[in-house]
């Protein structure tokens, strides 16, 4: 199957784009769109072996880097998921991938898509996620220690959930099926990190895997039960905390 430049260049973005992540995004946190703190991405960096889904990779690495360049201890990155740009309507899966992959930043977190049918999805650089916000794809990278104070990355995975094959209509399943798949079982990809403890790596053929990633990466937040949160509960925390709250809106 063949791929025309602006095919590639999307599908190979998702490993090399670098992020600011010392600025904040000029849209406010969208209220509207209903993925607020719906799930948290979570990645274990304690371990020798660290996989990292890609649309957190550049976050990750920075963490990493505090770990090996100033002696931090963490072992564990947790990121929101939540809708931080305006929802898009587009007809093609190629216009979704390219806005998905290639434009949505690591401040945006993750952007609506509308297909002119009334799909629903949402997604970012690497990530594909249905309307009740669960992976469809997912791309991931593998590091390992490289001496004591450098990581090299050694592997790209490509998971695809099963539904995609079990519930094949979609505008994004056929999409995944027909063109993301293929063009990572043929190409490889090269990887370019944003910190200088880890080295670059070129020519890494990507494993496609199909399966359940979700509860590899992604946690569901416990909801409050009336019992835990009630409205005489609330009542009281503000009352006791009355002072504090006065200050804080400033009356």
Same mark, same amino acid.
């Not at 944003?194 to 053929?205: K, P, R």
């Given at each position: 199957?063949?791929?025309?430049?602006?095919?590639?260049?999307?599908?190979?973005?998702? $490993?090399?784009?670098?992020?600011?992540?010392?600025?904040?995004?000029?849209?406010?946190?969208?209220?509207?769109?209903?993925?607020? $703190?719906?799930?948290?991405?979570?990645?274990?960096?304690?371990?020798?072996?660290?996989?990292?889904?890609?649309?957190?990779?550049?976050?990750?690495?920075?963490?990493?880097?505090?770990?090996?360049?100033?002696?931090?201890? @963490?072992?564990?990155? #947790?990121?929101?998921? @939540? #809708?931080? %740009?305006?929802?898009? #309507?587009?007809?093609?899966?190629?216009?979704?991938?390219?806005?998905?992959?290639?434009?949505?930043?690591?401040?945006?977190?993750?952007?609506?898509?509308?297909?002119?049918?009334?799909?629903? @999805?949402?997604?970012?650089?690497?990530?594909?996620?249905?309307?009740?916000?669960?992976?469809?794809?997912?791309?991931?990278?593998?590091?390992?220690?490289?001496?004591?104070?450098?990581?090299?990355?050694?592997?790209?995975?490509?998971?695809?959930?099963?539904?995609?094959?079990?519930?094949?209509?979609?505008?994004?399943?056929?999409?995944?099926?027909?063109?993301?798949?293929?063009? @990572?079982? %043929?190409?490889?990809?090269?990887?370019?990190?944003?910190?200088?403890?880890?080295?670059?790596?070129?020519?890494?053929?990507?494993? #496609?895997?199909?399966?359940?990633?979700?509860?590899?990466?992604?946690?569901?937040?416990?909801?409050?039960?009336?019992?835990?949160?009630?409205?005489? *509960?609330?009542?009281? *925390?503000?009352?006791?905390?009355?002072?504090?709250?006065?200050?804080?809106?400033?009356?």
């Amino acid at each position: 199957m063949d791929f025309n430049f602006r095919q590639i260049q999307t599908y190979t973005s998702i $490993f090399n784009r670098a992020e600011d992540l010392s600025l904040l995004s000029n849209t406010l946190l969208n209220l509207t769109d209903d993925a607020v $703190f719906k799930r948290f991405c979570t990645v274990n960096i304690g371990g020798d072996d660290i996989e990292i889904p890609v649309f957190v990779k550049f976050a990750v690495e920075k963490i990493i880097n505090y770990n090996l360049k100033f002696g931090y201890k @963490y072992t564990k990155v #947790v990121v929101p998921m @939540y #809708v931080n %740009t305006n929802s898009q #309507v587009r007809r093609t899966f190629d216009s979704i991938i390219k806005q998905l992959f290639m434009r949505v930043c690591f401040n945006d977190r993750l952007q609506k898509i509308v297909t002119s049918k009334g799909e629903v @999805y949402f997604g970012t650089r690497g990530l594909i996620l249905d309307k009740d916000f669960s992976p469809l794809l997912m791309c991931t990278v593998n590091c390992e220690k490289a001496g004591n104070d450098m990581m090299r990355y050694t592997k790209v995975t490509i998971y695809v959930h099963p539904k995609v094959f079990l519930e094949p209509n979609g505008l994004m399943q056929k999409a995944i099926n027909k063109n993301i798949v293929p063009f @990572y079982l %043929t190409n490889n990809v090269s990887l370019t990190p944003q910190f200088d403890s880890f080295m670059f790596s070129s020519d890494i053929t990507p494993q #496609v895997i199909i399966a359940d990633m979700t509860k590899k990466f992604i946690e569901t937040p416990s909801k409050p039960t009336p019992k835990n949160c009630s409205n005489e *509960m609330i009542n009281k *925390m503000l009352n006791d905390n009355i002072e504090d709250v006065l200050d804080i809106i400033r009356i």
